[in-house]
């Protein structure tokens, strides 16, 4: 079973760049979601999706776009990149709103901004 | 600090020794999950724990619950170097809907 697939697993971008890190999961879940993961400190919720065509803000949605078209698949795109973006981003997937269910996770994209 | 913080931040042991870590939070929770994270990887779930459970196990996982203390421990027993990782709590709060808030994690050497 592949899971949560994330890609590209590395890449490095200049200042002001735009950039799509792409996520997909096959298990049919309704919920996705972004995090992104900085030394000393825990996942931090950028975006999240409760299903198709419905996306909501985290806690550190500045800078990033997220949407929805189907169930598969839930893109993060980064507008204008900034050397505070460099981070290592995850993207999760569970089955429903239920918080009361594990979240599934990808090996995550590791980006770098210069 | 945190709504969910770890501790300690890091911890050295031999293998076939316990490993303890444990979680402290702030405000109420509705449930509690722990993730392992191996070194480039992504988190893995390990157990989840609803605030009415005190208690549960999982192999060699135990986890346990004090909401009057607003805390939880993750014990490992008899660990092995495959258990050398990261261990994030996440707690799920009513305030939060139905999101997460992930603790900065303990970082476990297991030691041959």
């Known amino acids: 079973n592949a899971g949560v697939t994330q890609t590209p697993k590395f890449q490095v971008l200049k200042t002001g760049q735009s950039m799509t890190l792409q996520c997909a999961q096959d298990?049919?879940?309704?919920?996705m979601s972004w995090y992104r993961q900085d030394p000393g400190m825990g996942l931090r919720l950028i975006h999240y999706?409760?299903?198709?065509?419905?996306?909501d803000q985290g806690e550190v949605p500045n800078g990033y776009n997220v949407s929805r078209s189907t169930t598969e698949d839930f893109p993060l795109r980064l507008l204008s990149a900034a050397p505070s973006q460099t981070s290592v981003y995850f993207c999760?997937?569970?089955?429903?709103?239920?918080?009361?269910?594990?979240?599934?996770f990808g090996d995550g994209t590791r980006l770098s901004i210069l | 600090s945190q709504q969910g913080e770890e501790d300690p931040q890091a911890l050295s042991i031999q293998e076939g020794e316990n490993a303890t870590m444990n979680c402290s939070y702030k405000t109420s929770i509705n449930n509690l999950q722990w993730y392992r994270q191996n070194s480039g990887r992504g988190l893995v779930h390990l157990i989840l724990i609803r605030s009415n459970e005190r208690e549960k196990h999982s192999g060699r996982l135990r986890v346990t619950l004090d909401t009057s203390k607003k805390s939880s421990s993750l014990l490992i027993t008899a660990s092995r170097a495959a258990d050398t990782a990261s261990y994030f709590c996440a707690t799920g709060t009513p305030d939060y809907g139905q999101n997460f808030v992930f603790g900065p994690g303990t970082r476990l050497s297991v030691l041959p």
């Open positions: 298990m049919n879940h309704e919920y």
């Open positions: 999706s409760v299903g198709a065509g419905i996306t």
């Open positions: 999760a997937s569970r089955w429903d709103r239920d918080s009361n269910q594990p979240q599934h």
